[in-house]
């Protein structure tokens, strides 16, 4: 256990002195100043990120004026209606998506039901197969299984890498996660999706911890549907709408299993018949929540000059500097992380295998460093670049070495 770096060029400093240095490089450290942010060390924006600073202002003048004063007319006046695509479009180049294909509502779970049945429903005739990855946020899978007993289809329950040895002709559709939720590991997007297309399949992707966080390159790597949650990283507050990609190519034959009438071609018109609008309004459902929504829209203003790929070099070194600070402050083999060292397959967060994890985790909230838990034993620590700084990568590992030496004192 060394407390000094032994490598040029920071040999002989030690881990406090080289977050400092880090710190003060750090392009995107201004940022932090956008959020409502204490001396916690908060590692948990992959569940649920830290209030943008100008959010609760923007939301005050919804309430008074465009609800409060201007009531109904704000459905027109104030935007209201068109929300659900205008915020698509701003969550479109965090995702790599021209405009136009993301649509804003609901919640993730709703969102992954439309996706997975309108993508059994644009699949070749003849395909009855739904792969699900078999390490899925459980959502996906309890409703793939639902859609899949609505439609017809069965599903086969697979491991993202062994994905391509499961794809054959009767794949209908794919669907898996970015990233996985437990172990950080980040999945092959690219290279898998190419692999279900090559099979004759659909790929649905779920975005919810990879948004924000890194490049996903939906239209560059020829997704079909997605889908994502935006109180992680990208901020938009708890519970705030899910979205919906479907790639401009499907949208045309886009068959939603919750035509809703804000997804009519004319809603107004209050025709018995559905008659689907055009574009990516066609994935709405019901009337959207505004407050939320419009809380969403403003938290996304913290992205405005944001380059992705910066976040995620900064996030890379984030969760480099965590796990050598880790590595250096606790003894070895008290824990051991789930997460996957090489960067091509680790996302924002580290996960540690912990034996007493759930009262090390009780005792690091206690000391300020916020985390979370997922049972039995992994503590799972989220690194938001946008307001997460190298000095708290070090307090947090210090102070986790500190509980773990007291539990073995105590
Ligand atoms: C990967 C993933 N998918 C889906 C969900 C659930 O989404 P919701 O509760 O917004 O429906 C979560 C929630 O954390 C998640 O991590």
């Not at 405005?304 to 250096?328: I, P």
């Not at 759930?358 to 985390?371: C, D, F, N």
Request: charged fraction near 20%; include cysteine; aromatic fraction near 8%.
């Amino acid at each position: 256990m060394s407390e000094t770096f032994a490598d040029p060029p920071f040999a002989g400093t030690s881990f406090a002195e080289k977050a400092a240095a880090l710190d003060t490089a750090d392009e995107l450290g201004k940022l932090r100043e956008l959020f409502t942010l204490d001396d916690t060390v908060y590692l948990d924006g992959n569940s649920l990120g830290a209030l943008p600073r100008h959010v609760p202002a923007r939301l005050q003048e919804v309430v008074t004026r465009e609800w409060g004063e201007l009531r109904i007319r704000s459905w027109d006046e104030s935007g209201w209606w068109t929300a659900p695509e205008r915020i698509g479009d701003r969550i479109a180049p965090l995702v790599g998506a021209a405009a136009g294909q993301i649509v804003v509502g609901d919640s993730t779970s709703v969102n992954v039901f439309k996706a997975v049945v309108a993508a059994s429903r644009l699949a070749a005739d003849g395909r009855d197969e739904i792969l699900v990855d078999a390490t899925t946020f459980p959502t996906d899978g309890y409703i793939a299984e639902s859609a899949a007993r609505m439609t017809g289809h069965r599903i086969v329950p697979v491991a993202p890498a062994d994905v391509p040895a499961a794809l054959g002709p009767r794949t209908a559709v794919v669907l898996l996660n970015h990233v996985d939720f437990r172990t950080g590991r980040l999945h092959d997007l690219p290279g898998l999706t190419a692999a279900v297309h090559a099979a004759g399949g659909l790929a649905v992707w779920d975005l919810c911890h990879s948004a924000g966080a890194l490049p996903v390159g939906l239209d560059e790597h020829g997704v079909d549907l997605a889908i994502g949650c935006t109180y992680k990283y990208l901020n938009g507050g708890p519970g705030s709408p899910a979205y919906l990609y479907v790639a401009e190519r499907h949208q045309a034959a886009f068959d939603s299993p919750l035509p809703g009438w804000t997804s009519h071609a004319d809603p107004f018109a209050m025709t018995l018949g559905y008659a689907p609008a055009e574009g990516s309004v066609r994935g709405r459902v019901g009337t959207p929540d505004i407050l939320s929504m419009l809380a969403l829209e403003a938290s996304l203003d913290v992205w405005d000059g944001v380059d992705v790929s910066a976040v995620r070099a900064k996030s890379l070194a984030l969760t480099d500097f965590f796990l050598e600070c880790v590595a250096a402050y606790v003894p070895e083999g008290r824990l051991t992380s789930v997460t996957p060292a090489a960067h091509a397959e680790r996302g924002s967060q580290v996960a540690l295998r912990c034996e007493d994890a759930e009262p090390v985790m009780r005792a690091l909230i206690e000391r300020g460093v916020v985390g979370d838990l997922r049972r039995p034993d992994v503590l799972r620590f989220g690194f938001t670049p946008l307001y997460v700084g190298f000095a708290d990568a070090e307090r947090a590992a210090r102070i986790l070495a500190d509980v773990l030496a007291e539990r073995v004192q105590a």
